[in-house]
T-cell receptor, first 114, second 112 residues
């Protein structure tokens, strides 16, 4: 069964360092999402792509976060510089279309900033 | 602020009992979805209900949607220890593009 792949699964970094997360969605899924989930809370949408275009990045802290989805397939989320408050689970999800279809989630990347 | 708010925040029941979780939201939606998350893992889609639907079933799951009250409920019948997880509602609404917002979740613990 097709799955959303994410790497790394765990990342420990020091504040002010740069970190990058990678996501490979299910083949054929046009919509890709990056979420941040703080322990005990629900996922918060950071950025949503439709093919290679950003359709929503209203909650993305653009001074330090960036995301790209070159060629409309896999995607990278970067944080530079990392801050203590960035410690969280970063989840990637994909869906066939932006609405009316379920989202498939990857296993997530657990980020710890020291 | 999050659109979907679940209650209760936590629920503890005995195996075999039914579990009911509720979700309220603020703006008109295109559809509402429920997801399950086991500790430290990704979310798994359970069921999707469209704004013109009132009730859907999937196995031991029953979801209702009341758009006049802007609320939904998820019922898990005959719960099992394996149902122990966090459950989230996600509302999808149109703001010129379709946006998904998750609630804070209900933590369900099923005691064997």
């Amino acid at each position: 069964e097709a799955e959303v792949a994410q790497s790394p699964r765990y990342k420990i970094t020091e504040k002010s360092q740069a970190v990058a997360f990678w996501c490979d969605p299910i083949s054929g899924h046009a919509t890709l999402y990056w979420y941040r989930q703080i322990l005990g809370q629900g996922p918060e949408l950071l950025v949503q792509f439709q093919d290679e275009s950003v359709v929503d990045d209203s909650q993305l802290p653009k001074d330090r976060f960036s995301a790209e989805r070159l060629k409309g397939v896999d995607s990278t989320l970067k944080i530079q510089p990392a801050e203590l408050g960035d410690s969280a689970m970063y989840l990637c999800a994909s869906s066939y279309r932006p609405t009316g279809w379920e989202q498939f989630f990857g296993p997530g990347t657990r980020l710890t900033v020291l | 602020s999050q659109q979907g708010e679940e209650d209760p925040q936590a629920l503890s029941i005995q195996e075999g009992e039914n579990a009911t979780m509720n979700c309220s939201y603020k703006t008109s939606i295109n559809n509402l979805q429920w997801y399950r998350q086991n500790s430290g893992r990704g979310l798994v889609h359970l069921i999707l209900i469209r704004s013109n639907e009132r009730e859907k079933h999937s196995g031991r799951l029953r979801v209702t949607l009341d758009t006049s009250k802007k609320s939904s409920s998820l019922l898990i019948t005959a719960s099992r220890a394996a149902d122990t997880a966090s459950y989230f509602c996600a509302t999808v609404f149109n703001t010129g593009g379709f946006k998904t917002i998750f609630g804070a979740g209900t933590r369900l613990f099923v005691k064997a």
